[in-house]
């Protein structure tokens, strides 16, 4: 069993060790090979000049259209098996991409999450298309400010099933509070990045940055900084399963923000980078490499606002 958030967050970053591998069999059904074959070495078509870019918007500011057309398009990518293909991608952790999987995970944790995210965004827009072929604009991916509520819009939607058991996934669980990030951890994981003793060889801006944003930090007054992993815990449910997680369509909105996070903080710090080398650059199973997912222009998409 994979550990729960919470179970990750009370054990802490894991200097040096790190967590075996689990590569589970993932057995895949037939009529998701299709798509699985797809994402496998997958690179993003270049866009074409003047192509429509998709504008992430805060889910708070929906039009209801836009509500109703993100549920729609989640259906049916449930419905014709694109949905549980995605949440297998996060499953197998050979990709590498998560703090509690050691230094490299930590490194390689946002830009594996916003090509995952993109691939999501895709597909979604794909369902889109064919639930409202006259919509003039792209849906896409919306945002969870974290300071804000849980979207009401949003309560008691869980429409996959647990890929571990195939059974409908627990109730979310809200709670409790003071695990769920506010402002004060938002300023935090933005401005004081630098304070975060990571305790890894050759630490640098970038390094101490996602450490921060990941969950692992700590808050100026040296109290714990709520982040990422404290957002999984407090959604609860499926969303404290670090495996499985993206079964709950939150875990879209809750990534979304993070990648929001990201790209802010690269508008003020553009060069710092992780060091990651050879084939821990590329975010497997797609074949852009860390640098190629820096530019959100190129990979089709921008967001409505970039403050916190
Ligand atoms: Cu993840």
Redo the contacts with the bound molecule.
Sequence with gaps: MPETFDEVIKRGFPLGTGLPLHRDALAQPAKEAEMAARQAGMRLPALAAGAPVTVRKNQAELSDVERRAFRDAITQLVNDGTYLTLTRL?MDMSHN??GSMGETGLYRFLAW?RRYVVAFERELQRADRIQRPTATQLLGVPYWRWQDDFPDWLQGFLPANDPDNGKPPPARKEAPANIKPGSIDIDAILNHFDIQITGIQGENDYTKFTYGIEGWGKRPDGSHLNAHNQGHAWIGGIMNNTSTSPTDPMFWLHHGEIDRLWQNWRQTHPNPAPPLAGSDRIMDPWTESYDEVLDIGSLGYSYDSLSP
């Design positions: 996060h991409m998560h999450h």
